[in-house]
């Protein structure tokens, strides 16, 4: 038998006990209604024959007094019955409530308390992941409390969550509720005085709306913040966030970054400009790059001049957003220009041709750094000339023309040395080390390595971090031997997160991701190509590497959202005009159509790249182009697929060596299909034993069974069911009981899955078996 308590402004006089007696009928029925007292005919019954009975009496927090009068009259004679009495609480509820009167009055030994803690956040991630959400952000937007997570993961969130808070908001007198609102704006109140300040932020606490925190208060959880914030008219916000930035401007210390956040939200220019500036000044003293270029956007929004606009630009380079700062770079330049100011104009377009590049667009790169030459060239050489020239050299060595490169990279060293200027000198040298690293010199990797200690301990962030990514992904164009080069990306990739270096960082993870697709680990490469593609930055060259990594993987498995990735990054790659982003790109585009049984298009994507390869003399993209052309033709291969083989092994490169071992007998060819039906390529395996059938190899191996070779992900029937409950969020052990296993084999199939969807976690697998329709 269950009673519930009701939130009405005046509740149900024995409202709980109403909705039992009606389920219980007979003498507590009558006693109700006759509003007679019903605690004798409670108890008789509950002492009726039968099983014993349970008594659940829910949201006592909402209960009238008469209720709590009866309850504790029954819990006093609970012992002498055969009952169970369920009681169900608020423990965050209004604390003046006579519910804890009640609650101290209950027999000691007869109760038995269960808080209900947060959910975890393991749980919190399985049902985020169902609903296809972030699960950290739900956590920490939720911190586990069950009506927060149903509404943040709803539809429609925050009915009930408004409901709740706005309901105990309107309970309040009008001076504490505007204290709560103001509370809401600024996340946090500072409370200090013996003002009104303190009773009312008392009142706010009493009535559940605030939490105390050491001199303050706040919202328990930031659902419930917004919910307030959100149901602010548009003026009433406005006005609150200018009284936030009129309460803070009187305190010393503020960090710049609330002011400026409170200025602006108020929408008052004269304090948006006052703040931004040294909130952005600020963020980027503390290498908090993105964080910086948000500040200055609001500076130029509001129609900054040519020092902003460029300290703008540097922000928004270092925290890879290169493309939305071409705008700011151009508009500076023609600032300058106007002010005649010649050099820093020059300067501005030798930036100009950074972003560009960075952004993808290398025709207008080579455009800017010319005009920058042209225009810094009308003075006397200085710094700025010399740097335009290095940036020209950085151009050539980017395109693989090595000569030009080196030329270009020396006449701006011995310029720079002549003016005693270190950082375009250590620019230029990186450039020419990492051409002489591209034609084959031994020493210039140990060369580029020196160079970045020499950056770093000249605070040269920017140049220390492009020695270190120059280095590694040379040794990927030019090296075989993938554990060194994914031994530079992990360190290049260290200095990147700790000097906040979001661009280097987005470009070196996807980097990664594709030679982790080269090595065969797929679950760690498309795990990398997640995480590149998360960042801001869509299109240019930061994201490419993860698209040809996600794009190659795809292919190889036959998935659908294959052919628009790598169309995507044919489009991106081919805006470079550079053969380290074409070569990969048509390498993976050549195997993509012959995997699909369009030879004639996998050659064409072939040629592309190779006649691009063969113009700059790229022994390494030439050779692995010139092989795929001739895969797609039927052309004889002159490759010693043995000697290939044992080579492409010693240095980790598993997929290399696969396409060499298709050349093979059958025993080669047999390890190649054993290798991809391992990875889970259901397409490339497919093509290849069509190959092998139609060269005539005997005793080609059979593919997996075909119920497995149905299922997108190659999976057997019996890990497709237990991926099944794996995402309905079944434990081991709950598996192992629906599906009568053990929990060890349950734990083989759960591996089995992880590695053939290339998950990292079993959030992770759920929310592949969702997108691939598994589930």
């Not at 008594?55 to 209960?63: G, I, M």
């Not at 911190?143 to 706005?166: D, F, K, Q, R, Y």
């Not at 940036?391 to 080196?406: N, Y």
Request: hydrophobic share 50%.
């Amino acid at each position: 038998m269950a009673g519930a308590c009701d939130p009405l402004v005046t509740p149900r006089p024995l409202g709980p006990w109403h909705d039992i007696a009606r389920q219980a009928g007979g003498a507590l029925a009558e006693a109700l209604a006759a509003h007679e007292p019903p605690l004798d005919a409670l108890l008789d019954a509950l002492e009726r024959p039968g099983p014993p009975p349970v008594v659940v009496l829910e949201d006592l927090h909402w209960a009238d007094a008469a209720s709590l009068d009866l309850l504790i009259l029954l819990a006093r004679r609970i012992e002498r019955l055969r009952a169970l009495l369920v009681l169900t609480y608020r423990d965050d509820e209004a604390p003046g409530h006579p519910l804890h009167a009640t609650l101290a009055a209950l027999p000691r030994d007869a109760v038995r308390r269960v808080p209900l803690p947060p959910l975890s956040r393991e749980c919190v991630a399985e049902q985020a992941a169902r609903a296809g959400r972030d699960p950290a952000a739900v956590y920490d937007l939720t911190g586990g409390n069950p009506l927060l997570v149903t509404e943040a993961l709803s539809e429609e969130p925050a009915g009930a969550v408004h409901h709740l808070i706005l309901t105990r908001l309107e309970r309040l007198p009008a001076p504490a509720r505007d204290l709560a609102e103001l509370a809401a704006v600024m996340q946090r109140l500072d409370v200090a005085g013996d003002g009104p300040e303190p009773a009312l932020v008392d009142r706010c606490v009493a009535a559940g709306v605030l939490v105390a925190a050491g001199d303050g208060a706040g919202f328990r959880h930031e659902l419930l913040r917004r919910a307030v914030e959100d149901a602010l008219p548009l003026g009433r916000r406005r006005a609150l966030h200018l009284r936030a930035v009129r309460r803070l401007e009187a305190r010393p210390a503020v960090d710049p970054a609330r002011l400026a956040h409170h200025a602006r939200l108020s929408q008052d220019e004269e304090l948006l400009r006052r703040y931004s500036l040294g909130a952005a000044e600020s963020a980027a003293a503390q290498g908090a790059h993105r964080e910086a270029a948000a500040h200055y956007r609001a500076l130029v929004d509001l129609g900054a001049g040519a020092e902003v606009l460029e300290a703008y630009a540097f922000q928004a380079y270092l925290a890879g957003l290169s493309a939305e700062a071409v705008d700011a770079r151009r508009r500076a330049a023609e600032q300058r220009r106007a002010a005649g100011d010649w050099e820093r104009a020059g300067a501005n377009e030798r930036w100009l041709s950074r972003l560009a590049w960075w952004s993808g667009d290398t025709a207008l790169a080579r455009r800017a750094v010319a005009a920058a030459v042209e225009t810094l060239g009308q003075g006397p050489p200085g710094r700025e000339l010399a740097m335009a020239l290095s940036t020209r050299a950085q151009l050539h060595m980017l395109a693989h023309e090595v000569e030009p490169a080196v030329e270009w990279g020396t006449r701006a060293a011995e310029l720079a040395e002549r003016l005693g200027d270190g950082e375009t000198a250590v620019h230029a040298a990186i450039n020419v080390t990492t051409a002489r690293l591209v034609r084959g010199d031994p020493d210039a990797a140990g060369e580029l390595v020196r160079l970045h200690e020499r950056a770093a301990a000249a605070g040269l962030v920017d140049h220390a971090a492009r020695a270190l990514v120059n280095r590694a992904c040379t040794e990927l164009w030019i090296g075989d031997d993938l554990a060194a080069t994914l031994a530079a990306i992990a360190v290049a990739l260290a200095y990147a997160d700790r000097h906040d270096l979001d661009g280097y960082r987005q470009y070196l993870l996807g980097v990664r991701a594709a030679v982790r697709v080269e090595a065969g680990d797929w679950a760690g490469a498309l795990a990398d190509a997640d995480e590149s593609l998360a960042y801001p930055a869509r299109g240019g060259v930061g994201p490419l590497p993860a698209y040809v990594a996600r794009g190659r993987v795809q292919s190889a498995r036959g998935e659908p959202e294959a052919e628009a990735t790598l169309d995507l990054a044919l489009r991106e790659a081919l805006a470079t005009e550079e053969l380290q982003r074409i070569g990969p790109v048509a390498i993976v585009r050549a195997e993509h159509w012959l995997y699909r049984g369009e030879p004639g298009r996998a050659a064409a994507e072939a040629r592309r790249g190779l006649e691009l390869a063969v113009s700059v003399g790229h022994r390494r993209y030439t050779r692995e182009l010139a092989f795929r052309l001739s895969r797609a033709t039927g052309a004889p291969s002159d490759v010693d697929w043995r000697a290939a083989a044992e080579g492409f092994g010693r240095g980790g490169r598993l997929l290399a060596r696969v396409h060499v071992l298709a050349l093979g007998d059958a025993a080669a060819a047999g390890a190649a299909l054993a290798a991809l039906d391992a990875l889970g390529a259901r397409q490339a395996a497919g093509w290849l034993r069509a190959d092998l059938r139609r060269r005539g190899v005997r005793g080609v191996p059979r593919g997996p069974r075909p119920a497995t070779a149905a299922n997108a992900a190659g999976l057997t029937g019996r890990q497709a069911e237990v991926l099944r409950l794996l995402a309905d969020g079944c434990s081991n052990a709950e598996i192992a009981a629906a599906l009568a296993l053990s929990e060890k084999t349950v734990q083989h199939h759960v591996s089995a899955i992880l590695a053939k969807l290339s998950a990292a976690s079993r959030t992770q697998a759920a929310a592949t078996a969702r997108r691939l329709g598994l589930v």
